[in-house]
């Protein structure tokens, strides 16, 4: 099941990008970037509500507060530094890059969450990386 919500993300994410690229023409990339997550807002808000899980809010421990606030401030800024990236540059480029957030995570659930590197990971890692130069530059 994870593997098909997976990529059912990458369809959406994929998605995003095109439409993103081409909705914030002409537009400020911070102003479609407060569009967009007000509409994200919104969405998840309405989920929670549809799902009646609205009361598990005041069950929220400390430590899980900081990190999901911390968890959002980096997702609003690499959705700054995204659309201003996708504002100036090809799509397939920015996207490509993005993709990098895959080593990134690699080696930080490494190091912070105990996560086996394995060979098969540092190969994929490697040709991820190699890839994205081919495409980006």
Known sequence: MWFVLAFMSAV?????SILAKIGIDRVNSNLATAIRTAVVLVMAWGMVFLTGEQSGISQIDRKSWIFLILS???TG???????????AGAASKVVAVDKLSFIITLFLA???LNERLTVKSLVGAALITAGTLIVAL
């Open 12 to 16: 959406f994410a994929a998605a995003t």
């Open 110 to 112: 490494a190091v912070l």
């Open 72 to 74: 959002g401030l980096a």
């Open 77 to 87: 800024a690499s959705w700054l530094c995204y659309y201003k990236s996708l504002q």
